[in-house]
């Protein structure tokens, strides 16, 4: 009976030793994931206001007054010297699209993502991350109209040597660039205004 009995507390220490072990273990396994999903978050939200000042460092102030110089006056009376003082950030100019996103992708491809009980920002960082991608691409497509404008203006050049053409005339007068102009202001916007609702969702989650 003795022995039994001191079966069973070594037993019970064994198992103890066990629980404890594993308990340990396990508060420090939650801490550690923890503290991985915060640095995603947090990297996240850094990546986010990236592309925030990204886009606000965008301006189309040069090109609309190149195009309010040509819709000034009759095309025969337009001065090229002065039109040849925009070719710099105007005309000249075409600006491609990237934003930044591997943070995301990475948090995708981790465990980490299972961590975040948050289902709104969950569902906000999403949704935001998707329409990146989607204003990227219409930010191609819009980059694409203005190339196209230029290759024209570029053949024209090559088959009158000498001859001075107007760059891109009707892109800026026949009403293509204020199209053009208005569906990337519009982007901005819209994106602008997802990117720093995000940002807000994630700073108040990262102080919880």
């Known amino acids: 009976m003795k022995k039994f009995v001191r079966y069973i507390r070594d037993f019970s220490i064994v198992v103890a030793g066990i629980a404890a072990t594993l308990y340990v273990n396990n508060q420090i396994t939650n801490q550690a994931e923890k503290r991985d999903l915060k ?3 947090n990297a996240m939200m850094i990546e986010l206001e990236d592309n925030i000042a990204y886009i606000n460092d965008k301006s189309f102030e040069r090109e609309s007054k190149y195009a309010d110089y040509l819709k000034s006056s009759e095309k025969n009376k337009l001065d090229y010297d002065v039109i040849q003082d925009f070719a710099r950030g105007s005309y000249a100019d075409v600006d491609f699209v990237f934003f930044r996103t591997s943070t995301f992708e990475m948090f995708k491809s981790s465990g980490t993502m299972r961590l975040l009980q948050n289902k709104i920002i969950m569902q906000k960082i ?22 196209d404008e230029i290759k024209k203006w570029l053949d024209e050049r090559d088959r009158n040597p000498g001859k001075k053409i107007i760059p891109l005339y009707n892109f800026y007068v026949s009403g293509v660039y204020d199209d053009y102009l208005e569906r990337n202001t519009e982007i901005y916007k819209e994106l602008s205004l997802l990117l720093n609702q995000t940002v807000t969702e994630l700073k108040k989650e990262l102080k919880q």
């Open 126 to 147: 999403w949704d935001t991350y998707f329409w990146l991608n989607r204003y990227e691409a219409s930010f191609e497509k819009l980059t694409q109209i203005k190339m």
């Open 39 to 41: 640095l995603y978050l």
